[in-house]
């Protein structure tokens, strides 16, 4: 299911490579983070599912509001997100906490559960990069954001690296 899914946020964001890039990393991220973290298979699904569409109200929030900030993709991204993954089959209860995710995969106080807080990692890890973000957002992030072990050391190894 999850494959049929990426495949349709592909044919969704059809044009835009650099948003289904970015949503491939961050899926990546989690499902790799998720399985290191020692996640059940049920967790891990909706981690994976909630990774891959967790951006999806990027565009229709341009649309409306000429912005791609967090609080309009949190907004605008759930009832999106509920249509597709209903039209690909995805259990309810699996759609309501994926739309959960996707609504609140902005806002980092209040993470109620290893799935949230692996989806936000993982989008740190990814924009982070992606943003060029300085040694002083990293380590920020790190102290701040970061929670999980597995998290924490791909931030460390891959964003502040050791100086020579």
């Known amino acids: ?75 605008e991204g759930p009832p999106i997100a509920e249509k597709m993954l209903a039209r690909l089959g995805f259990p ?7 739309c959960y995710l996707v609504g609140h995969h902005h806002t980092y106080s209040d993470i109620d559960g290893a799935d949230y807080q692996i989806l936000v990692e993982a989008d740190f890890l990814v924009n982070l990069f992606e943003d060029n973000s300085p040694r002083s957002a990293v380590e920020h992030a790190l102290g701040n954001i970061f929670k999980t072990e597995t998290g924490k050391r791909f931030c460390r190894e891959m964003l502040l690296p050791i100086s020579l």
Do not use: N, W
């Not at 298979?41 to 569409?53: R, S």
């Not at 990027?58 to 967090?70: F, L, P, R, T, V």
């Not at 309810?92 to 994926?98: D, L, S």
């Open 92 to 98: 309810e209860e699996v759609i309501a906490r994926v």
């Open 1 to 75: 299911m999850i494959e049929k899914l990426i495949a349709e946020m592909i044919r969704y964001g059809a044009g835009d490579a650099a948003r289904i890039q970015h949503f491939i990393k961050v899926h990546d991220f989690s499902r790799t983070i998720g399985v290191l973290e020692g996640l059940d298979a049920h967790t891990l699904f909706i981690l994976e599912a909630a990774a891959v569409v967790h951006d999806i109200g990027i565009h229709i929030s341009e649309e409306k509001y000429g912005s791609c900030a967090g609080p309009y993709q949190e907004l």
